[in-house]
């Protein structure tokens, strides 16, 4: 007699703890993950992102969000676009303080620290010398060498002047300001922050060879990401495995026309005003801030293997993938916590 009642009794419970279970799984939000594309600053660039909170349709919206802060800032940052804010300091009188927006006194600021932090070998000046070069340019012309010499060893971020006051940018000498290097890097992170303070939960922003993780991927697993083959752009090298990070690529591969023969691409040595050649094909920074990965990509780019690999040892928080025109490739210390997988 007892024992049925406790059976009973059991019974009750299990059925009320199977209805709990069934009505917390219906009513369970979903992740739910969208994929979208745009193209701006000179590349295709997608999102991928998923939220626990949002449904499809808020997602999308989210999306586009992303895509018109991309354009919002990148008609601050733009060197040719005659409407944007760095167009119009480039043409206002050299010597005279210029007031700016928060964000182009902010990325001046970053520029400038990674200027001198590679000696000069990642520089926001060298707008003309990227001007005569025009590697994307219909001409396809190597400049003269009449036209380059007065353009070399210039080191003009020297010449730049910021007060954190009165937020002016003031040129000291006669030259024209590209953010072409760090700018992609620098509205990376704003739209990433965006995209989390929108409900994103996690996701990847794929901005040509700048991709950024947003926190980690479905059931705590890392994001595989592939850094390119630079001989074979189509297929990849290596990937490496990271969470919440971002992995920033230059290479000779982006862009570039071929003249007799010879490759000129787009990542220039300041101090002999052609296409950087020390042997290096493609850097790859991975790090926190995709800022200071795009700036130390063209950066190290430029320094070549030995100084790079010093350097990017010294910063906290980065590692560097460097290879070379057989295909060999270098890390810095810290590699392995990625799981670097050579193909
Ligand atoms: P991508 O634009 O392919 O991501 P990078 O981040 O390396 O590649 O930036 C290359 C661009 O930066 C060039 O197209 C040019 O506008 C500019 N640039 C070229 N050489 C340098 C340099 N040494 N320092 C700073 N900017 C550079
Ligand atoms: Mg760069």
Redesign the pocket.
Known sequence: MIRNKCERIFTFIFVILLLIFIIFLCFRKKTVTIQNTTEALDTVITVKLSSDSLSENELNEVSLKLFEEINRLSLIFSATDENSELFKLNNSKHGTPYPVSDELFDLFEISLKYAYLTDG????T?GKL?NIWD?TGDEKQVPSDDAILPLKKLENYKDISLDFKLKTVTYNDDFDV?L???A?GYIGDKVKALAKSLGVSFGTINM???ILAIGEKEGGKNWNIAITNPKEPSSYFATVSVKDKCVVT?GNY??YFIKDGKRYH?????FTGYPSENGIVSVTIIGDNSATC?AL???C??LGLEKSLELINKIDGYDCILINENGDYFTSGGISKYNLDIK
Do not use: C
């Open positions: 070998a990642f520089d926001i060298l990227i590697i590209n072409g290097a760090i992609k040509g060879g700048n230059s982006e862009r787009h990542i220039l040595d300041p795009d990509s063209t950066g780019y430029v």
